[in-house]
């Protein structure tokens, strides 16, 4: 049936290693609760140390979930395998029997930015201005390569903080991408939707369940938010509406009164250059437009962050909105339409599931 004979699990499959179930169940201490490092919409992740010392991420693919035979998995397997940068995480391996698909990454040390913004210990430093500021590059730069570099194009579709993790240099490694498209989407959108990650779905996903890279651009926005203010998109949204206005609308508001300490992480106790924070704020808002079109691509992103084009394409938009105002004063339009909030909702399960899975 398959084409790798499972006796001889040493089998190379490019730089990737195929390991035998029995390989996994002991590094996971046959995947023992303990050893739970997470749960997602695609299965359990374990804690796992390999034979010769390694600490490594056991992806347990929920069995329902897997479509398509072995042939097709490995398909998939060898395309994820072939996305290699420094700021994508790495696929060392993968594990596949009748019942089981499995796949093995390095361990990250430190964690996921969501982890280290919002569950570090009293013992454990808050990220430095430095730090953020590298993962909002790095993260930019992993995304970057999954649109332009990859071939069929990898679009993420779960761009959020917890996605992107953090090697022993704290340098951001994007994590999860490529799993779409092993899955069967059946329902994976409900369970994104109850665990509370609605607040970074773009419009357009959650209206017709249609992705593209300009939806992985939304996500990475939301994640730059989070970066700076420390709080989830959720919780910072509903700070927005106690104002009365919506998150975004909100967050240009204190950037142009200058209000920048309401807006940052209090963990970081003013250390940060006031300047750098306006302009990936600015960033964040340009990624987070409502309509795809007006957002830019990850490469521009890149480009902005390492000091190319951002006061252009700022000046740009600030224009435009203000045509946007004065025409929508003139028509008496109520310009808070619902495209440019992010919808706080429970559920997005009027998305028809094979819209979801979608193209590449």
């Known amino acids: 049936s398959s084409f790798i004979a499972e006796e001889d699990p040493e089998v190379h499959l490019g730089q990737l290693k195929r390991f035998s179930l029995r390989e996994l169940q002991v590094a996971t201490d046959n995947f023992s609760n303990k050893n739970i490092l997470g749960r997602g919409g695609f ?34 397997v060898e395309m994820i395998s072939m996305a290699v940068h420094r700021n994508l995480l790495r696929l060392r391996g993968f594990c596949m029997t009748p019942t089981e698909r499995l796949l093995v990454y390095p361990f990250m040390v430190n964690g996921s ?47 959020k903080a917890a996605n992107i993790l953090l090697d022993e240099e704290f340098e951001a490694v994007v994590g999860d991408f490529g799993l779409a498209k092993l899955m069967d989407y059946k329902d994976t959108h409900v369970t994104t939707a109850v665990r509370g990650t609605i607040g970074h779905i773009a419009p357009e996903y959650l209206s017709t369940g249609k992705s593209s ?18 709080q989830r998109a959720f919780d910072l949204a509903r700070l927005a509406n106690d104002d009365d206005v919506m998150l975004l609308d909100w967050v240009k508001g204190l950037l142009k009164e200058r209000k920048l300490e309401t807006l940052v992480d209090s963990d970081l106790n003013g250390n940060y250059i006031d300047e750098e924070v306006e302009q990936l704020i600015q960033v ?10 007006e957002r830019p691509k990850m490469s521009e992103v890149v480009r902005m962050l ?40 429970d559920s997005t399960s009027h998305i028809p599931p094979d819209e979801l899975s979608g193209p590449r």
């Open 284 to 293: 964040a808002l340009l990624c987070t437009q409502g309509t795809p079109m």
């Open 213 to 230: 890279e300009k939806t992985d651009v939304f996500g990475y926005g939301v994640m730059l938010l989070e970066l700076i203010t420390g």
């Open 113 to 159: 930015v969501a982890s280290c913004l919002r569950e570090r210990s009293e013992f454990q430093p808050a990220l430095d201005w430095a730090i953020r500021k590298r993962i909002a590059l790095g993260a930019a730069r992993g995304l970057a390569y999954l649109h332009d570099h990859c071939d069929p194009k990898i679009i993420h579709r779960d761009v």
């Open 43 to 76: 299965g359990k992740v374990y804690k796992g140390r390999l034979a010769d010392g390694s600490l490594v991420a056991v992806k347990r693919l929920k069995e329902e979930r897997t479509q398509g035979g072995e042939l097709q998995f490995q398909t998939e």
């Open 306 to 345: 390492e000091g190319d084009g951002l006061a252009e394409r700022w000046e740009e938009w600030q224009k435009e909105e203000m045509v946007r105002q004065e025409f929508n004063q003139a028509h008496h339009y109520n310009h808070h339409q619902p495209n440019a909030n992010w919808i706080i909702a």
